[in-house]
């Protein structure tokens, strides 16, 4: 079993839609977790960090579940800009990441 | 904010000789230095953790005599794939971790391609 599991998409949306992205990880000992965006053949880009209380930047939400060991992020208002790839990451009680295979958003007109 | 420059950003070789790829923090003091590689439509697979100064530790599966890792000084780190196969084509990405700043700085990314 991978340690951090995504669904490999694609998502297709229009404009304009709210779309929501699940992972999960194995490694309860897992401490932080992160959202990536990742552009095709470019390094992947911090998106946000991700809270046990939840926490929101601008269009974006990100939630965790400890108990679950599963983590969300939605997206509201979809612009064709935000058509990427987006990483799961969770972080161990060590400096290591450990990256999702990834959820393809495509976003169109 | 913090950068690392990484070079070259694609390069192709023929099968058996030796490459090298350089990671470079501008403007901090990179600590650690982690090197993954990416297969299409795959995950960032970490491949091996330097700290300056020590020897890497490498993740299992992945050969250390092949992957070649020195990080002598805390601002460049270097990753030499040697006798490249066709099998070790991908892309290439370092991410540099500094005792003073938060978070993970990455590297642009480099294209393997072996012919």
């Known amino acids: 079993r991978k340690e951090v599991e995504q669904d490999p998409g694609p998502f297709n949306v229009p404009e304009g839609a709210t779309v929501a992205f699940n992972c999960t990880y194995s490694n309860s000992a897992s401490q932080s977790f992160f959202w990536y965006r990742q552009d095709c053949r470019k390094e992947p880009k911090l998106l946000m960090s991700v809270y046990s209380s939840g926490n929101e930047d601008g269009r974006f939400t990100a939630q965790l579940n400890r108990a679950s060991q599963y983590i969300s992020l939605l997206i509201r208002d979809s612009k064709l800009s935000d058509s990427a790839t987006y990483l799961c990451v969770a972080r161990p009680n060590t400096d290591k990441l450990i990256f999702g295979t990834g959820t393809r958003l495509q976003v169109f007109p | 904010g913090a950068v690392v420059s990484q070079h070259p950003s694609w390069v192709i070789c023929k099968s058996g000789t030796s490459v090298k790829i350089e990671c470079r923090s501008l403007d901090f003091q990179a600590t650690t230095m982690f090197w993954y590689r990416q297969f299409p439509k795959q995950s960032l697979m970490l491949m091996a953790t330097?700290?300056?100064?020590?020897?890497?530790?490498?993740e299992q599966g992945v050969e250390k005599d092949k992957f070649l890792i020195n990080h002598a000084s805390l601002t460049l780190s270097t990753l030499t794939v040697t006798s490249a196969h066709p099998e070790d084509s991908s892309f290439y990405i370092c991410?540099?971790?500094?005792?003073?700043?938060?978070?993970?700085?990455f590297g642009s990314g480099t294209r393997l391609t072996v012919v």
């Open positions: 330097s700290n300056e100064g020590s020897k890497a530790t490498y």
């Open positions: 991410s540099a971790r500094s005792i003073s700043l938060y978070g993970y700085t």
